[in-house]
Nanobody, 119 residues
Framework: QVQLVESGGGLVQAGGSLRLSCAAS????????MAWFRQLPGKEREFVGL????????GYADSVKGRFTISRDDARNTVYLQMNSLKPDDTAKYYC????????????WGQGTQVTVSS
C-alpha cells in the first residue's frame, strides 16, 4: 500500500514557475513508477508525465515537454514536478499516481493539488 500526498499548488502568473511535491508513505517507494496527471472539472484526467522506478527514464505529454520536469528523491520518498513557463492552459488539479514497476495500471492516487495560472 502506498499513500500519496501532493503539495505545492497555488496561483501563479503566466510565465511563472511552481514546483509540486508528492510525498509517499509505505514501503519500497523506489520500486514504484511515479506519474503526474491533471484534470479540469468535467473533463477526463490527462497524463502529464512519469518517471521510472529507477529514475533513469522520464516521459512527458507533448503539451508540457520542455517546460515540465519530473524528478524523484527516494531517500525522501518524494517525487517532484517542476513546472516552468506556465500557461493559463496548465490550470488544473494535479494528481500524483504510483504503480508497481511490473504493473500496467496506476493503482495509487493522491488527493490532488490545485494549480491556477492567470493570464
Amino acid at each position: 500500500q502506498v499513500q500519496l500526498v501532493e503539495s505545492g499548488g497555488g496561483l501563479v502568473q503566466a510565465g511563472g514557475s511552481l514546483r509540486l511535491s508528492c510525498a509517499a508513505s509505505g514501503r519500497s517507494f523506489s520500486g514504484y513508477v511515479m506519474a503526474w496527471f491533471r484534470q479540469l472539472p468535467g473533463k477526463e484526467r490527462e497524463f502529464v508525465g512519469l518517471i521510472s522506478w529507477s529514475g533513469g527514464a522520464t516521459g512527458y505529454a507533448d503539451s508540457v515537454k520542455g517546460r515540465f520536469t519530473i524528478s524523484r528523491d527516494d531517500a525522501r520518498n518524494t517525487v517532484y514536478l517542476q513546472m516552468n513557463s506556465l500557461k493559463p492552459d496548465d490550470t488544473a488539479k494535479y494528481y500524483c499516481a504510483a504503480r508497481w514497476r511490473d504493473k500496467r495500471a496506476f493503482d495509487y492516487w493522491g488527493q490532488g493539488t490545485q494549480v491556477t495560472v492567470s493570464s
